[in-house]
């Protein structure tokens, strides 16, 4: 871990309004989500945050969906503007594989329009045969209600693989 800060998965660290602003004001994959469907992600996930030591201040989040046996999907990294530059977000990516590596997971996805170098010094690689993902999802966003989100992207590179995506090499 980079000096002075520290990474936890103690879900009564986070500060919950502070990473709902970061995401729906400032991340692209997010802009507009609802602080209910954020509340919903924070229940349905295995969090992440990046603490000062000194202060104790969150500046960084991850969320892991996963069944801890077969597959994980690391999404909604960020990390505060005023904190970048610093090494933190590849910290907290190796910090998420360290974490889920005794669960002997085939596969640990992600997607990202901006950040592919952080994520490739901690193992990640990008997907060689687009062909055989799929996705699933409206054009106009998520299945379902609308919450003022951005539109889903399409493209595999940019959505969870399919559910028998572990078949996939």
């Known amino acids: 871990m980079i000096e002075g800060y520290v990474i936890s998965t103690d879900p009564a660290r986070l500060d919950r309004d502070l990473v709902h602003h970061w995401l729906a004001t400032d991340a692209y994959w997010a802009l507009g989500r609802s602080r209910e469907k954020q509340d919903r992600a924070f229940a349905g996930s295995l969090n992440f945050g990046v603490y000062e030591t000194a202060s104790g201040r969150q500046v960084g989040y991850a969320r892991v969906v996963t069944d801890h046996a077969t597959f994980a999907w690391l999404c909604d990294v960020y990390i505060d503007r005023a904190a970048r530059g610093r090494g933190l977000g590849g910290a907290l990516a190796a910090a998420v594989r360290d974490h ?23 193992g990640f690689r990008r997907v060689a045969d687009t062909e055989k993902w799929m ?17 889903a992207v399409s493209g595999a590179e940019h959505h969870a693989p399919a559910a028998n995506a572990e078949h996939a090499p």
């Open 100 to 122: 889920l590596a005794p669960s002997g997971l085939r596969r640990i996805m992600l997607a990202t329009e901006d950040a592919h170098g952080v994520y490739e010094r901690v």
């Open 135 to 151: 996705t699933l999802g409206a054009p106009e966003g998520a299945l379902g209600a609308s919450d003022g989100a951005q539109p």
